[in-house]
C-alpha cells in the first residue's frame, strides 16, 4: 500500500512539471507577440512586426530579422547589394560637391584698351546646365546670361566678373575675370564699320576682325553671310556669337544667301530679333548723324521679288521719298558689280540701284565675293558717272575665306584678296571718309574721301 503511494505521488509531481513546462509553449504558439496578426507558431519572424513575411531567400527566417537577407554569405552591413545574391547592383553615385570652373570665352581682351564706350562679354561653365552670376566694377554679383553688355561706360579701367554654379548648387568661388580700359572719344560724325561673309566655325578669320571692332566706336553694319554654313540657331549660338556676336548691341546686319539655306533665314531672325528688321521682308531704313541709311535683302526672291515694281522696291522708292537726305547710304550682300571669280557682277538688284540713283544716293555696300573691291562712281550699267553716280564697296572680307578675282570690271580701282578687315566709314554732313582696317599682321589698306552728290 505504501509503495503504492510513493507511486501515486511521483506520477503527481510529473505531471505538475509537464504542466509547467508545456503549458507557457502552448501560449506562445498560439499568441501574437508582434500584434502583426500572424501567430508566433506561424510568424517567420515572431518578435518584430512583419505582416508580408517576406523572405527573399528563402531559409524560413523573414527579411527584417535575417543578417543575410539574400543568402550569399555576407552580413547585410557589409553586402553592397544586400538585396542581390549576384551583387549585380549599381551603387548611387556620390554628391557632387565639385565646383565647376568659369570661362570668358569672348570680349575685349585682358589688359586691352578700346575706343568705345561698350563692352560684350560671352562665357561658359565646364559643367551643363549651369547658371551664371556677373558683375561689372565690384558693384556686385546679380544673375547673368552670356552674352553679357553693358554699354555707355566711363573712361577708365573696368573689371567684369563673372562666375557659374552648376546644377547641384556648387558655385564656382574663383569667378572668371576680365579687366580692360575705355578710352571712347567724343566724336560728332559718326562711324559705320563692319564688313560680309564673316563667322564660321571652321575659320578663326571672325575673330581677326571681331578684335578689329573692338577698337573702333559707332555702328556696325553686316553684307550677309553672317555665319557659315547655313546660319542656322546653333551656328549663330556657337560660331557668330563668340565673336562678333560681342558687337551685337550696336549692329545692324544684313541677310545673305546663306542664312536662306534654314528656311526663311530663320537663324538670321531669331539671333538679331527686332534690329534685322520683319522677317516677311528683311529691309528697313534709319537715320545716322545726317544720313539716310537702307538696309535691303538681296535675297529679294524670297520676299517678292526683285523686279523695279516688287514689294521692295515699291518700299524703297517711298523711303527715299519721304526721307529726302544730301547724303544716302544702302547696305546689302549681292553686289551689282564685282570682278571677283567666284560670283562676279549679280544683275538682281539693278532695279534697286536704279531708284537709289534717281534719288541721288552716294554708296553701295555689298559682300558675296570673299575681296576687298572699290569702284568709282557709276551708273547700274556700268558707265562712270563722277556727278551723280554710286560708289560701290565690295567688303566680303569679314573672316570666312578669300577669293581670287577674275575679269577686273570697269570702273574698278582698289582691289585686294587676301587680307581680312573691315571698312570703316565716318559720315559727314555732306560728305564721307573711307578705310580699309586690315586684321592684324597685315599691311593693305585702302583709304580716301568724297562728297555727297
Not at 500500500?1 to 504558439?29: G, K
Not at 547673368?144 to 564656382?172: E, I, Q, R
Amino acid at each position: 500500500m505504501q509503495r503504492t503511494y510513493q507511486r501515486l505521488a511521483v506520477a503527481f509531481v510529473l505531471a505538475l512539471v509537464a504542466l509547467a513546462v508545456c503549458a507557457p509553449l502552448a501560449s506562445a504558439v498560439g499568441s501574437d507577440w508582434d500584434a502583426d496578426g500572424i501567430r508566433n507558431g506561424l510568424d517567420n519572424c515572431a518578435k518584430q512586426y512583419n505582416p508580408d513575411q517576406t523572405d527573399l531567400d528563402g531559409d524560413g527566417k523573414g527579411d527584417v530579422c535575417d543578417s543575410d537577407r539574400d543568402g550569399d554569405g555576407q552580413l547585410n552591413a557589409d553586402d553592397p547589394c544586400p538585396d542581390d545574391a549576384l551583387d549585380g547592383c549599381v551603387a548611387p553615385p556620390p554628391p557632387d560637391t565639385t565646383p565647376p570652373d568659369t570661362t570668358i570665352t569672348a570680349g575685349p581682351a585682358e589688359g586691352s584698351t578700346i575706343a568705345q564706350a561698350d563692352a560684350s562679354f560671352s562665357f561658359s561653365s565646364s559643367e551643363a546646365n549651369s547658371t551664371f552670376s556677373c558683375q561689372i566694377d565690384g558693384g556686385g554679383f546679380s544673375p547673368c546670361t552670356s552674352p553679357k553688355t553693358y554699354s555707355s561706360l566711363a573712361n577708365g579701367s573696368h573689371t567684369f566678373d563673372v562666375t557659374a554654379t552648376d546644377a547641384a548648387g556648387n558655385t564656382d568661388t574663383t569667378p572668371a575675370r576680365r579687366t580692360w580700359t575705355v578710352n571712347a572719344t567724343t566724336q560728332s560724325d559718326p562711324v559705320f564699320v563692319g564688313a560680309g561673309d564673316i563667322a564660321s566655325c571652321a575659320s578663326s578669320g571672325d575673330e581677326a576682325t571681331a578684335n578689329l571692332l573692338d577698337g573702333i566706336p559707332g555702328t556696325v553694319y553686316t553684307l550677309g553671310d553672317n555665319v557659315y554654313d547655313s546660319g542656322t540657331d546653333a551656328e549663330f549660338a556657337n560660331c557668330y556669337n563668340p565673336s562678333w556676336g560681342r558687337h551685337k548691341a550696336r549692329t545692324k546686319p544684313s541677310v545673305g544667301n546663306h542664312e536662306y539655306l534654314t528656311a526663311g533665314a530663320s537663324g538670321y531672325y531669331n539671333y538679331f530679333g527686332a534690329a534685322a528688321g520683319d522677317p516677311s521682308k528683311g529691309y528697313y531704313s534709319y537715320d545716322l548723324g545726317a544720313w539716310h541709311i537702307i538696309a535691303l535683302n538681296s535675297m529679294c526672291e524670297n520676299v517678292g521679288g526683285c523686279g523695279p515694281t516688287s514689294p521692295m522696291v515699291t518700299w524703297l522708292m517711298l523711303d527715299l521719298a519721304t526721307n529726302p537726305s544730301s547724303c544716302t547710304l544702302a547696305y546689302w550682300h549681292h553686289p551689282v558689280f564685282s570682278s571677283g571669280l567666284e560670283h562676279g557682277n549679280d544683275p538682281k538688284m539693278i532695279p534697286s540701284w536704279d531708284a537709289l540713283y534717281a534719288a541721288g544716293a552716294d554708296v553701295v555696300l555689298s559682300g558675296h565675293d570673299h575681296d576687298y573691291e572699290r569702284f568709282t562712281p557709276q551708273t547700274s550699267s556700268g558707265v562712270g558717272d563722277p556727278a551723280h553716280g554710286i560708289r560701290e564697296f565690295v567688303v566680303g572680307t569679314g573672316g570666312r575665306s578669300h577669293y581670287a578675282f577674275g575679269t577686273i570690271r570697269a570702273n574698278s580701282e582698289v582691289r585686294n584678296s587676301d587680307t581680312y578687315g573691315v571698312l570703316k566709314l565716318t559720315l559727314h554732313a555732306t560728305s564721307y571718309e573711307w578705310q580699309f582696317v586690315p586684321e592684324a599682321g597685315k599691311t593693305f589698306t585702302d583709304s580716301g574721301s568724297d562728297s555727297c552728290h
